[in-house]
């Protein structure tokens, strides 16, 4: 019905840059939302970066500076620049979207598998 597909993680060393890319596809009316998560080992889940209606940023203040979240509305796709990556970035990066199937309609959330970062010299 939905997909949620992220890419772009990697072995990156501290200080160090990287992209990760997430494309949501299906028959979707409309997304309200994209976000990042991220869970590092024996760790819950944590809020990364977010995007809403296309253009409202939010970030979690451990990567306000450091990370910057986009959107290709045409694609459905959301990228996370992340920069200066440090140590405690390394986790399973998580993408979520949020979807609506008709106008006026409720959202539904919906994750990807995931993709692991890890920071190491």
């Known amino acids: 019905q939905v997909q949620v597909v992220e890419s772009g993680g990697d072995l990156v060393q501290p200080g160090g840059s990287l992209r990760l890319s997430c494309a949501a596809s299906?028959?979707?009316?409309?997304?309200?939302?994209m976000g990042w998560y991220r869970q590092a080992g024996g760790k819950q889940r944590e809020f990364v970066a977010a995007?809403?209606?296309?253009?409202?940023?939010v970030y979690a203040d451990s990567v306000k500076g450091r990370f910057t979240i986009s959107k290709d509305n045409a694609k459905n796709t959301v990228y996370l620049q992340m920069t200066n990556m440090q140590f405690e970035d390394t986790a399973v990066y998580y993408c979520?979207?949020?979807?609506?199937?008709?106008?006026?309609?409720?959202?539904?959330?919906?994750w990807g598998q995931g993709t692991q970062v890890t920071v190491s010299s």
């Open positions: 979520n979207a949020d979807v609506v199937f008709r106008q006026n309609g409720p959202t539904y959330r919906y």
């Open positions: 299906g028959t979707i009316f409309s997304i309200d939302a």
């Open positions: 995007i809403i209606s296309g253009s409202r940023t």
